[in-house]
Structures are given as C-alpha cells and as structure tokens.
C-alpha cells in the first residue's frame, strides 16, 4: 500500500524551474563595472531603499479583524485533505510563474518589478489567510496535520512578502528552498495519514469505536446503476441513464472486523468525496447491493460481510480525466484514498 500527497507531486513536477531560473543577472560592460570607485552614499541610500509587498495588506486585514476567514462548519480530516489537493494547485501556479518570468530574473528583476505579481498572487493571498486565521473547530483527529497545515502557508506567505524587493538571483533560490521545506513538512505530516487503496487490495479503517476490512472491488463508470439482487417482481428501482452524464461507482465489499454492528452512518455522507482535478467536488452516494429498492441504508452485524457501492453522476467531459475519492470513519486518523486517472 502507497502512502503519497499530491503536493509532493506538484513540487517535484515544477522543481524543474529552479535550474532553468537560476543564472547571474547580465551585466553591462561600463566604467562604474570596470573600477573600484565607491557608490556615493546617495546611491547607497537607494539601493538599501526596500519596497513592501502590496499583498502583506491583506494578511494584516484578517490578522487585525478587518477581515474574517470564510471557511464554514468544522474541519475534519476530508476538509483538510480538500484544502490540500487546493494547495497543490497554487504551488503549481507558483512553480508556472517562475517560469514564465525565468529571463526576467536571469536580468536581475525582482517580484517588485513585475506588473502581474499582485494579481497572480492576490487569490493565494487570500485563500491562505482565511486558513490561518480560521478559529472555529476542528476535530481532534485533524488537529496535529491542520496546525502543520497553517504553519506552511504562514511560511510559505512570510517567503513571499521578504522575498518580493530580492534580485532575480536570490529570489530563484530562496523560492526552491521554500519548495523543499513545504516538501519537507509535508512528507512528515502526512506519512501516516493517507492510506491508498487499489483495485483488489484490503485495507483496515479504524477510530475509536469501530474497525472495518475494505476490499475494493473494483471503480467502473456506468450508465445505470442497479442492485445486485435478482428483481422477480420487476418492480425493482434503479438509477437510470442521465444524458451527458455517466455514473461513477466504487464498489467495495465491507468486512465488520469489530465487536458492534455498523451502519451507513458509520461513513458521513460530506466524508465520501470525489475530486476532479483538484478542482470539482461531489458527494458519493452510499447504496446498499442488496436492496431491490436501491437503499442508501445498510447494515453489517460483526465479523459479516457485505458489498457497498459509493456512487455519483459526473458530466461526461470528466471522463477520462484524474479524479480522487476519499472517504473515512468519524475519528479516524487516516484517510483511504483511491487515485484514478
């Protein structure tokens, strides 16, 4: 079983950067370059004149109260790994954006000296910030990977606001240290706490109170999705064809390897998550394979075992693309998380 995250992915797909971005700035060949003559202290005055980081406004609004953090409801282990497949996607910008601008800082250009620097970062400023100074609850399983969590963005916006008035040549390096300490903490926070799962393999889920054995069966995309009982009756319901849509459905066979009965409460509906690119985010449906009425309750008595489906309808241009389902038990420590692309 492989224990990964995406945003060490995302690091190590814009690494790349660094070796293309680092590089002396150019120099011109004139006499101030040629002798040992001393900046008069004007230009030393201008050079030591330093130039605050327009964004830093925003972090002092949320810090002082002007403004308030807009994430709602409590944080819980599927919230936090939300949050960081979110992340995933602004490091990958922050990797696209050195990039572009390689050549300019190959020249000696700073942050400061770019005109698209505060609109392509003004939205990471503020999704940051609402993370940091979120005040409301999280649950105790989340607790330790949520304080790692906000110490990264805090590290990661105090890089940024110090970095932004240094010359191409330090900005580029002080950029990759701070992907490798985001890559750094990351790994440590996360070792334990995303378990991938994959076709035909079994895992064990636990917290306080249960423990479960899953077997993934298998994950198809389907037209219809129908019990697995035989319908005599022909009365039987059934999730029909909806056009421009197919069905997504994960099929996992439920072992209760612990002393209480269990039930479809057991996984909380907002705690089956199907992502999309990091992006589009449903909610699976729970169904119960044997129920002719297609069900979305269920039971499973100790030490028995029963076929679960997790479904949803997506809009037929997701087909094909990477998507990611996790799901977990109320106080679990861990995450099971199915990659599929």
């Not at 050079?47 to 709602?72: D, R, V």
């Not at 334990?192 to 899953?214: A, F, P, Q, R, W």
Request: aromatic letters at 10%; proline letters at 3%.
């Amino acid at each position: 079983m492989k224990k990964k995250h995406c945003i060490i992915l995302a690091i190590c797909a814009i690494a790349i950067f660094t070796a293309c971005g680092k590089g002396n700035p150019t120099t011109t060949n004139n006499s101030s370059n040629n002798n040992n003559e001393k900046p008069t202290p004007s230009l030393m005055e201008e050079k030591k004149e330093e130039k605050t980081n327009p964004l830093s406004a925003i972090s002092e609004n949320y810090k002082n109260g002007t403004l308030q953090s807009q994430i709602y409801g409590n944080i819980d282990l599927t919230k936090v790994q939300q949050l960081l497949d979110e992340y995933s996607g602004y490091i990958a910008e922050l990797g696209n954006y050195m990039t572009l601008h390689q050549n300019d800082f190959k020249n000696g250009k700073s942050f400061k000296d770019l005109d698209d620097y505060e609109k392509s970062f003004k939205k990471f400023y503020q999704w940051a910030n609402n993370i940091i100074y979120f005040n409301g609850q999280v649950d105790e399983a989340s607790q330790n990977m949520w304080n790692t969590f906000k110490n990264i963005l805090s590290h990661h916006i105090e890089v940024l606001d110090k970095s932004y008035d240094e010359d191409g040549t330090t900005v580029t390096t002080t950029i990759s240290q701070l992907l490798q300490d985001i890559a750094e903490k990351a790994t440590s926070a996360t070792e334990d706490y995303i378990l991938e799962i994959h076709d035909g393999e079994t895992v064990s889920l636990t917290d306080d109170t249960n423990e479960l054995s899953l077997t993934l069966s298998s994950v198809d995309f389907e037209q219809e999705v129908h019990s697995l009982v035989e319908d005599t009756n022909q009365f039987s319901r059934y999730y029909s064809d909806i056009p421009g849509e197919t069905y997504i459905v994960m099929k996992l066979f439920i072992k209760n390897t612990g002393g209480n009965s269990i039930s479809e409460d057991i996984f909380d509906q907002n705690k089956i998550s199907l992502t999309y690119d990091n992006k589009y985010n449903y909610q699976m449906i729970q169904l119960d394979t044997q129920s002719i009425v297609m069900s979305q309750y269920w039971q499973i008595e100790p030490l028995k075992s029963q076929e679960i489906y997790f479904f949803q309808s997506i809009p037929d241009e997701l087909v094909g693309k990477p998507y990611t389902i996790d799901f977990s038990l109320p106080n679990a420590k861990s995450i099971c998380r199915y990659n599929g692309n």
